[in-house]
């Protein structure tokens, strides 16, 4: 059995602890995650005040998401 890791989204870190903010956890980032969910919650961020808090997934896939993570930072 595959150890499962959580991943804090980069910049959400400092909504965490906001007040009135919806905090979404994502559970499982793979390629429908990816291309679907997160930039969904991304666009709906603007107009609702909505964060990616955190991402939780297999423990092999750390690295993979950490790189996609920071590519959409830029």
Request: charged share 20%; proline share 3%.
């Amino acid at each position: 059995s595959e150890t499962v890791a959580t991943i804090i989204h980069q910049s959400g870190l400092g909504t965490l602890f906001m007040k009135d903010s919806m905090r979404v956890m994502i559970i499982g980032f793979g390629p429908h995650a990816k291309r679907i969910y997160y930039p969904a919650i991304k666009n709906l961020s603007k107009d609702f005040n909505l964060h990616v808090a955190s991402i939780v997934d297999l423990e092999s896939k750390k690295a993979d998401i950490e790189n996609f993570l920071s590519k959409q930072a830029t």
